[in-house]
């Protein structure tokens, strides 16, 4: 079984924080890469971040850098994303994901499993 599932999302006002979390299985604990990625209503997915396992290198969108960070803790097989200073144009279904190449990738057909995805909704 590979199992993900997010947690954290809801509303906050522009300005706020919200902190996102990924349970993942052993499967996706073995993953070389954990990934963040969200869509919005009539926009394409996106990548937002993402993490190696092993060593916790962390990469973002140009947009999120300065306020978004990745993180993991192995023990808890956990990602999260901790989101500062949200934005309305933040709002979207926010998306983990696994990827078992060894090479960073920024697609989303570069992740083999997905969570179930977790609502942020940031008001103007």
């Known amino acids: 079984q590979v199992q993900l599932v997010e947690s954290g999302g809801g509303l906050v006002q522009a300005g706020g924080s919200l902190r996102l979390s990924c349970a993942a299985s052993?499967?996706?604990?073995?993953?070389?890469?954990m990934g963040w990625f969200r869509q919005a209503p009539g926009k394409e997915r996106e990548f937002v971040a993402a993490?190696?396992?092993?060593?916790?290198?962390?990469y973002y969108r140009d947009s999120v850098k300065g306020r978004f960070t990745i993180s993991r803790d192995n023990a808890k097989n956990t990602v999260y994303l901790q989101m500062n200073s949200l934005k309305p144009e933040d709002t979207a279904v926010y998306y983990c994901?696994?990827?078992?190449?060894?090479?960073?990738?920024?697609?989303?057909?570069?992740?083999?499993?997905w969570g179930q995805g977790t609502q942020v909704t940031v008001s103007s």
């Open positions: 993490i190696r396992w092993s060593g916790g290198n962390t």
């Open positions: 052993g499967r996706a604990f073995s993953s070389y890469f």
């Open positions: 994901a696994a990827r078992y190449r060894g090479t960073l990738d920024y697609t989303p057909a570069g992740y083999n499993y």
